[in-house]
């Protein structure tokens, strides 16, 4: 059998199984994300280590939080999988899988993924990818939608080709104002409809942007896009289409349900409204909040200090401008200290950060992290509300306990 027979056949009978509550163990492990009813159980997919499983269908998983403390990338088997329809794909021939480029274009194009290869240049990029509902869970007061800890999220190196060297290909015409983006994946009821993402043209043209076959020197998971899945660094995941299969290109703003109504939030300065509140105007949600977490530690945890130091760890991410400094606090944000930043492996990249505290006594302790990125956005230390949960970007509090040292 060879690798795409393969891959077919697991993922025919690995989603089978996980739709029907048999794959892998039953009820191996479960983990606690921190908010009220935030018990999930962790799930092994197709190509994935056990993850915790938000949904069933359309299959949504997400990554546990220690994963982060473990590298700088994230693992293919720990990337999470999130789905917005439940029609996705069971069966995918990649010889057979094309993109279409089509509308305001000079030269239609059919693409498959061997053209992609051999007509462009490859390029390669470390990247962050967050769903713009990553932290929802902890939303108060509790917000609809899937109820997210922490964990989707994930830095992978991407390879693939400009997405604008495939558009000057076809020939942009002129007065083009956006591309519409699909995939495979299809609604399960004749009234929902279709997941199609636009993106304003001079955004599908920045040179970041790729159309992806490659993550971490290894083929898409089938769960993350496979064979072709659009790559936006910088903005959040519910651009990145999977199984990427036509881009249209149109001389209006394109006015689908999941462009023009989905993923949007409050116009408002910090996209926050008083809780319980409608906001009057909302505006597209489109580039990444600049984040930070400790990431060695978590909530609960009862840990050492010898001589009164605590070693601490974390990463921090933004929405492309790159990290200018981290700071901690020890005090319930009374006071910071600044982090010493770790390698810089790109602007769009998760950035390590590392602080070792002095004078740490015994007892319980709240700790914070918050960013600040080049661009001057720094985290709030309230989170501002808004109905959709979305953009949630306050510096997070991890509460431990140092322990009495033996004598």
């Given at each position: 059998?060879?690798?795409?027979?393969?891959?077919?056949?697991?993922?025919?009978?690995?989603?089978?199984?996980?739709?029907?509550?048999?794959?892998?163990r039953?009820?191996?492990?479960?983990?606690?994300?921190?908010?009220?009813?935030?018990?999930?159980?962790?799930?092994?997919?197709?190509?994935?280590?056990?993850?915790?499983?938000?949904?069933?269908?359309?299959?949504?998983?997400?990554?546990?939080?220690?994963?982060?403390?473990?590298?700088?990338?994230?693992?293919?088997?720990?990337?999470?999988?999130?789905?917005?329809?439940?029609?996705?794909?069971?069966?995918?021939?990649?010889?057979?899988?094309?993109?279409?480029i089509?509308?305001?274009?000079?030269?239609p194009?059919?693409?498959?993924?061997?053209?992609?290869?051999?007509?462009?240049?490859?390029?390669?990029?470390?990247?962050?990818?967050?769903?713009?509902?990553?932290?929802?869970?902890?939303?108060?007061?509790?917000?609809?939608?899937?109820?997210?800890?922490?964990?989707?999220?994930?830095?992978?190196?991407?390879?693939?080709?400009r997405?604008?060297?495939?558009?000057?290909?076809?020939?942009?015409?002129?007065?083009?104002?956006?591309?519409?983006?699909?995939?495979?994946?299809?609604?399960?009821?004749e009234?929902?409809?279709?997941?199609?993402r636009?993106?304003?043209?001079?955004?599908?043209?920045?040179?970041?942007?790729?159309i992806?076959?490659?993550?971490?020197?290894?083929?898409l998971?089938?769960?993350?896009?496979?064979?072709?899945?659009l790559?936006?660094?910088?903005?959040?995941?519910?651009?990145?289409?999977?199984?990427?299969?036509?881009?249209?290109?149109?001389?209006?703003?394109?006015?689908?349900?999941?462009?023009?109504?989905?993923?949007?939030?409050?116009?408002?300065?910090?996209?926050?409204?008083?809780?319980?509140s409608?906001?009057?105007?909302?505006a597209?949600?489109?580039?990444?909040?600049?984040?930070?977490?400790?990431?060695?530690?978590?909530?609960?945890?009862?840990?050492?200090?010898?001589?009164?130091?605590?070693?601490?760890?974390?990463?921090?991410?933004?929405?492309?401008?790159?990290?200018?400094?981290?700071?901690?606090?020890?005090?319930?944000?009374?006071?910071?200290?600044?982090?010493?930043?770790?390698?810089?492996?790109?602007?769009?990249?998760?950035?390590?950060?590392?602080?070792?505290?002095?004078?740490?006594?015994?007892?319980?302790?709240?700790?914070?992290?918050?960013?600040?990125?080049?661009?001057?956005?720094?985290?709030?230390?309230?989170?501002?509300?808004?109905?959709?949960?979305?953009?949630?970007?306050?510096?997070?509090?991890?509460?431990?306990?140092?322990?009495?040292?033996?004598?």
């Open positions: 059998m060879d690798d795409a027979a393969s891959r077919r056949t697991l993922l025919k009978a690995g989603l089978a199984a996980g739709w029907l509550g048999l794959a892998g039953a009820r191996a492990a479960w983990l606690e994300q921190n908010f009220d009813n935030g018990w999930r159980e962790l799930v092994p997919y197709p190509q994935k280590m056990p993850l915790m499983r938000i949904t069933t269908r359309p299959v949504h998983l997400e990554t546990p939080f220690s994963q982060f403390d473990r590298s700088l990338i994230t693992p293919n088997e720990a990337v999470f999988v999130r789905y917005h329809l439940a029609g996705h794909p069971l069966d995918i021939d990649p010889d057979a899988h094309s993109l279409a089509i509308g305001a274009v000079k030269r194009l059919t693409l498959t993924q061997a053209d992609l290869k051999k007509r462009f240049e490859t390029v390669r990029q470390t990247v962050v990818m967050e769903c713009a509902g990553n932290g929802r869970g902890l939303f108060e007061p509790r917000v609809p939608g899937a109820q997210l800890g922490n964990g989707s999220m994930a830095c992978v190196e991407m390879a693939g080709a997405l604008a060297d495939v558009l000057a290909a076809a020939g942009v015409l002129d007065g083009a104002r956006q591309i519409a983006c699909r995939g495979v994946d299809q609604p399960a009821l009234q929902t409809p279709a997941f199609v636009s993106l304003d043209l001079a955004d599908a043209l920045r040179p970041e942007a790729m992806a076959w490659e993550m971490n020197g290894r083929p998971p089938v769960l993350n896009g496979y064979p072709i899945r790559v936006m660094p910088g903005f959040y995941a519910a651009y990145w289409i999977k199984h990427l299969s036509q881009i249209e290109v149109l001389d209006h703003v394109f006015d689908g349900w999941f462009s023009s109504q989905a993923y949007t939030v409050p116009d408002t300065p910090d996209n926050g409204v008083p809780p319980g409608m906001p009057a105007k909302t597209r949600l489109t580039r990444l909040k600049v984040r930070s977490f400790v990431t060695n530690l978590a909530d609960g945890d009862i840990v050492a200090a010898p001589e009164g130091r605590l070693a601490l760890r974390g990463i921090a991410f933004d929405g492309g401008s790159g990290i200018r400094r981290v700071e901690v606090s020890a005090d319930g944000g009374a006071g910071w200290r600044q982090a010493e930043l770790g390698p810089d492996a790109g602007r769009f990249a998760f950035r390590p950060w590392t602080l070792t505290l002095d004078g740490v006594k015994p007892g319980p302790l709240t700790l914070m992290a918050r960013a600040a990125a080049n661009d001057g956005q720094t985290q709030p230390l309230l989170q501002p509300w808004n109905p959709g949960g979305y953009a949630r970007n306050v510096a997070e509090r991890v509460k431990i306990v140092v322990a009495e040292t033996k004598r």
